[in-house]
């Protein structure tokens, strides 16, 4: 009969306790492993390698290796800074009171002997200006060295004993020693066949700006130091490196100063016996902007 044909509806009750618990441990655990493995490898790096290598590895990174310092124009250029403010510049600061522009008590003293204010402060902005102009050229000139380096297949493995920074006295280039790998013949002014390419390079760029040069060769410290003989042969070296650079296109008037440091002025003083410490310093130099002539009424 059309009444016994009811409907019967089961309801079944799911247990709260057998859901599925997801996998995003899984992403969160992948991720603690790799962070593991990078602190173990950088562990690792920082107890096998020596300064040289560690120097190495962070100019590879770095996105340029021209240094930023306070006194440069900021911008990108975030390289590796080896010295503070330049510490061991040394006898060099002499060059940087010819050649840096005008104090400001030297701005002051010119009002006092009748210039207006307005005419100095066209001064300042003036130097500041100049001084901006040239930091850009060092810049450039930075870029366009590791740059060539990196271009020719000769040389290309030694960009990493190419140190570049912005100081005070100028654009420093150092071209340094490392373990297997000197710029010179061993306790000789005989210049590797690399280091001369290296030297032609650097001369093409440096030949393009009207900054003077100046070079100086370092030894490393225990290098002929009782005899003396290290000042003459770091002073060698340095007037070889001078030679190289014109052969590579810089003008003789270029040149401002050749001088040997012997072990005075070490890259590292904190490692005396590094090899770095044994290097060539070349500086394009800060010239100061023409000093504009006021005509009285």
Do not use: C
Not at 75 to 84: A, C, D, H, S, T
């Amino acid at each position: 009969m059309a009444g016994n044909n009811a409907v019967v509806i089961k309801k079944i009750k799911k247990g709260g306790h057998g859901g599925h618990h997801g996998g995003a441990w899984k992403v969160a655990y992948a991720d603690f492993v790799t962070a593991m493995m990078a602190f173990f490898l950088l562990m690792w790096l920082i107890n096998t390698t020596s300064p040289e290598q560690k120097r190495g590895i962070a100019d590879y990174f770095a996105p340029q290796s021209i240094a930023q310092t306070v006194s440069g124009s900021g911008g990108v250029l975030g390289g590796k800074v080896v010295g503070e403010d330049s510490a061991r510049a040394g006898g060099a600061q002499s060059v940087m009171q010819k050649q840096s522009p005008p104090s400001p008590s030297s701005a002051t003293k010119g009002l006092a002997d009748g210039q207006t204010e307005g005419g100095a402060n066209s001064d300042s902005t003036s130097n500041s200006n100049a001084r901006s102009t040239q930091d850009g050229d060092f810049a450039h000139a930075a870029e366009a060295i590791h740059q060539a380096i990196q271009d020719n297949p000769d040389i290309a493995n030694l960009s990493h004993q190419v140190i570049t920074e912005n100081t005070p006295q100028g654009l420093r280039i150092h071209l340094v020693d490392q373990d297997g790998r000197p710029m010179f013949q061993n306790a000789s002014t005989e210049p590797m066949p690399y280091t001369r390419k290296l030297l032609a390079a650097v001369g093409r760029i440096v030949a393009g700006l009207p900054n003077r040069v100046s070079t100086a060769g370092h030894t490393g410290g225990n290098d002929s130091a009782a005899t003396g003989a290290s000042w003459e042969l770091s002073a060698n070296r340095a007037n070889q490196a001078r030679a190289l650079l014109q052969a590579g296109g810089l003008g003789s008037d270029r040149i401002y100063e050749v001088a040997g440091k012997a072990g005075s002025e070490p890259l590292l003083p904190e490692d005396p016996n590094a090899s770095a410490n044994r290097r060539l310093s070349i500086v394009l130099m800060r010239e100061a902007p023409p000093v504009p002539t006021h005509t009285g009424q």
